[in-house]
C-alpha cells in the first residue's frame, strides 16, 4: 500500500480546480483521528462542537482555547496526513483583530493546524484579513453560526429568504476578498450554496447541510455514527449506530459482572501452584 502523502493547500485547490469533491469531516480525540486518517478523509475540523460532543455543554460558547489546543494536539498526532483546520472558540477573535491573530497563531505554533475557522459574516472581514496577512490561512463560516445561535434564532435554516440570502451572498464574497481560502456554509438552501460557489473565484466552498453544490462536504462525526443522542440533525446521514453498538456492549458487561460471568479465566492471569503453596509458607 502506498504511504499517503500530506494534503497541502494546492492539492486542496487542485481538487477545487478539477471538480474533485473534498471530504471532510470533524474530529476531536487521537483513536478518531487514526481511523480518519487512515480512511482517506482530506480535511478536518477540530470543531468547537467539541463542547457539546465531548464537554458535555449545551452549547459551544463555554469551550476555551485552552479546550481546542488540546484536543488538536491530539487530533494532530493521530492525523498527521489531513488538512487540519483548528475552530476559533467564542470571543477567542471578536474583541480585535490583534487577539485573532495571536490565538489563530496558538492553533499553529501549539497544535501544528494547518488552517484557522472563524464565524462571521463582513463584520468579521478585518479578522480574515489580519490572520492571512500573518501567513495562517483562514476559513470563514457561514449560514448557521453556533456561536451567534441565540442571535439568530435557534438551530434552524438560514438565509430562506431573497433578502437574507442576498446578505449571505455578500459576506460570501467579502471573506473571499479578505483572503479566506475557504468557506463553510451551514445549514443554508442549496441553491443558494449553489449560487456561492459558482461566483466563488478563490475561495473553497464547503457545505454542511447546504446540498451538493459546493466543493465539498463536511458532516459532524459523532452525528454519523449515531454518538450524540441528544440531537439527530437532519442533515445528517448515519453511516453506522455505533452508539447502540456501544450501549449494548456496556449494558452486556453490567450483566455479566452481576452475574459473575465476567471475568472468565481467558480475562485473568493465574500463579503457578508452587509460587503460590511458598507465599503461604512465607505468609505462615
Not at 29 to 37: G, H, K, L, S
Request: aromatic share 8%; hydrophobic share 40%; charged share 20%.
Amino acid at each position: 500500500m502506498t504511504e499517503r502523502k500530506k494534503i497541502t493547500l494546492p492539492e486542496l485547490y487542485k481538487k477545487r480546480a478539477t471538480g474533485d469533491p473534498i471530504v471532510m469531516l470533524t474530529c476531536y480525540d487521537y483513536p478518531t483521528a487514526c481511523f480518519q486518517d487512515e480512511a482517506g478523509i482530506e480535511m478536518v475540523l477540530v470543531g468547537d462542537s467539541l463542547g457539546m460532543t465531548m464537554l458535555g455543554y449545551e452549547s459551544t460558547l463555554p469551550v476555551t482555547m485552552e479546550d481546542m489546543i488540546r484536543h488538536s494536539q491530539a487530533v494532530r498526532r493521530g492525523a498527521p496526513h489531513v488538512w487540519l483546520v483548528g475552530d476559533m472558540p467564542y470571543m477567542s477573535y471578536q474583541p480585535s483583530v490583534e487577539s485573532a491573530i495571536r490565538n489563530a497563531g496558538r492553533f499553529m505554533a501549539e497544535a501544528g493546524c494547518d488552517s484557522i475557522k472563524l464565524e462571521g459574516g463582513a463584520e468579521m472581514a478585518d479578522r480574515i484579513a489580519g490572520i492571512v496577512k500573518s501567513g495562517i490561512p483562514a476559513m470563514g463560516h457561514l449560514g448557521l453560526t453556533p456561536q451567534s445561535s441565540s442571535a439568530l434564532g435557534g438551530f434552524r435554516l438560514q438565509g430562506k429568504s431573497a433578502l437574507t440570502a442576498k446578505k449571505i451572498i455578500d459576506d460570501a464574497k467579502a471573506l473571499e476578498q479578505a483572503g479566506a481560502f475557504a468557506i463553510l456554509l451551514e445549514m443554508v438552501p442549496d441553491r443558494l450554496c449553489k449560487i456561492i460557489t459558482e461566483r466563488s473565484e478563490n475561495s473553497i466552498i464547503i457545505s454542511l447541510g447546504a446540498g451538493p453544490g459546493a466543493h465539498g462536504q463536511l458532516l459532524i462525526y459523532h452525528d454519523m455514527f449515531g454518538l450524540y443522542p441528544k440531537f439527530k440533525p437532519r442533515m445528517a446521514k448515519v453511516y453506522g449506530n455505533a452508539g447502540e453498538v456501544i450501549l449494548n456492549g456496556l449494558q452486556n458487561y453490567v450483566q455479566e459482572v452481576k452475574s459473575q460471568v465476567f471475568p472468565a479465566p481467558e480475562n485473568y492471569f493465574g500463579m503457578k501452584d508452587e509460587d503460590y503453596d511458598q507465599l503461604m509458607e512465607m505468609l505462615g
